[in-house]
């Protein structure tokens, strides 16, 4: 079930900076949501972007679709030491099964 | 890749009875698995954390009694919804996380229940 990709597989950056994640998918999708995922814990919901949707914002965190590239990204601004997890994106299908990429790690550097 | 599979795939059963789903790593061995229910056109729910040998750890709102959870072995868990109902109709999908790599997770394919 784990046919989308995430790039880059891991990236570290400094407290304070934009992390930005991308995700690509290959079948026609309904949604696409992000996950974020602590060490050794389940997966916590961060956005639901449907597929007529381009863009949408939750406090830090700002998601693009581009359903034409079959692409999308998070964006995580002015990143902070709590958002160390992996991050994962998945696609929702006209029948509503869902896809998961394999996931990209973040570290913040203090 | 780390490789999770779930059965069934499928399942359709009358109210009233009681439904089993397996979730399987087939090349690691998994401290934790997680269950997740997904209804339509919204995005997973956390239903509970499965640890080999101890009990479920269940979320706020998930009945325990309903969703029996079993994780015998590091390689296997089981999710029995017992005496399903139609709302009870959802995508489960289940997850494992090896004790090597606390940092990631693997998804299976999920299962979809349909209650009559």
């Known amino acids: 079930s784990q046919q989308g990709e995430e790039d880059p597989q891991a990236l570290s950056i400094q407290e304070g900076e934009n992390a930005t994640m991308n995700c690509s998918y290959k079948?026609?999708?309904?949604?696409l949501q992000w996950y974020r995922q602590n060490s050794g814990r389940g997966l916590v919901h961060l956005i639901l972007?449907?597929?007529?949707?381009r863009e949408k914002h939750s406090g830090r965190l700002r998601v693009t679709l581009d359903t034409s590239k079959k692409s999308s990204s998070l964006l995580i601004t002015a990143s902070r030491a709590a958002d160390t997890a992996s991050y994962f994106c998945?696609?929702?299908?006209?029948?509503?099964?869902?896809?998961f990429g394999k996931g990209t790690r973040l570290h913040i550097l203090p | 890749g780390a490789v999770v599979s779930q059965h069934p795939s499928r399942v359709i059963c009358k109210s009233g009875t009681s439904v089993k789903i397996e979730c399987r790593s087939l090349?690691?061995?998994?401290?934790?698995m997680f269950w997740y229910r997904q209804f339509p056109k919204q995005s997973l729910m956390l239903m509970a954390t499965?640890?080999?040998?101890?009990?479920?750890?269940?979320e706020q709102g998930v009945e325990k009694d309903k969703f029996l959870i079993n994780h015998a072995s590091l390689t296997l868990s089981t999710l029995t919804v017992t005496s399903a109902h139609p709302e009870d109709s959802s995508f489960y999908i289940c997850?494992?996380?090896?004790?090597?790599?606390?940092?990631?997770?693997?998804f299976g394919p999920g299962t979809r229940l349909t209650v009559l």
């Open positions: 972007i449907r597929s007529n949707e």
């Open positions: 090349d690691f061995q998994a401290t934790t």
């Open positions: 998945a696609t929702a299908a006209p029948d509503d099964k869902i896809i």
């Open positions: 997850s494992s996380v090896s004790g090597v790599r606390p940092d990631t997770q693997y």
């Open positions: 499965s640890n080999e040998g101890s009990k479920a750890t269940y």
């Open positions: 079948t026609s999708i309904n949604n």
